[in-house]
C-alpha cells in the first residue's frame, strides 16, 4: 500500500514538474538607440535554431515589443528600425517572464 502511495505521489510530481517546464512564457524587449532613448517603427522577429519563423511583430509601444505564448528553448532574435543598423542575437528563454534591452546603432548614410 505504501509502495502505491510513493508511486502515486512520484508520479504526481513528475507531471507537475513536465506540465511547469513546458509552460509557455514572455519575452519584453526594450529597443533603444545609442543613447539609451526608445526607438520607433520596431520590426521584430524571432526564429527557431533551425530558422523557422516563431512569432513577428512590427510597431509596437514606443520602445518596446512583448512575445507571448513562447516555449522555452533557444532562439534567434532579429530586430529591425528604420535608420538603424538591423541586430540579430541568439537568446535562451526560460520559464517566466524575461525581459532583455537591445541597443540599436544609427545606420551608415550612403551617398
Do not use: C
Not at 508511486?7 to 507537475?16: E, Q, R, Y
Request: glycine share 8%; hydrophobic share 45%; net charge negative.
Amino acid at each position: 500500500m505504501l509502495d502505491k502511495q510513493l508511486f502515486g505521489l512520484v508520479l504526481s510530481l513528475s507531471l507537475t514538474i513536465s506540465v511547469f517546464s513546458s509552460q509557455p512564457t514572455s519575452l519584453t524587449i526594450i529597443v533603444v538607440d545609442q543613447n539609451s532613448a526608445a526607438v520607433s517603427n520596431i520590426a521584430a522577429r524571432l526564429k527557431s535554431n533551425d530558422g523557422k519563423i516563431v512569432k513577428e511583430i512590427k510597431n509596437q509601444k514606443l520602445g518596446e515589443i512583448v512575445f507571448t505564448g513562447i516555449k522555452p528553448g533557444g532562439y534567434v532574435l532579429e530586430i529591425e528600425a528604420a535608420g538603424f543598423q538591423s541586430q540579430t542575437q541568439t537568446i535562451e528563454i526560460e520559464n517566466g517572464k524575461h525581459s532583455i534591452v537591445v541597443s540599436l546603432q544609427i545606420a551608415e548614410i550612403v551617398e
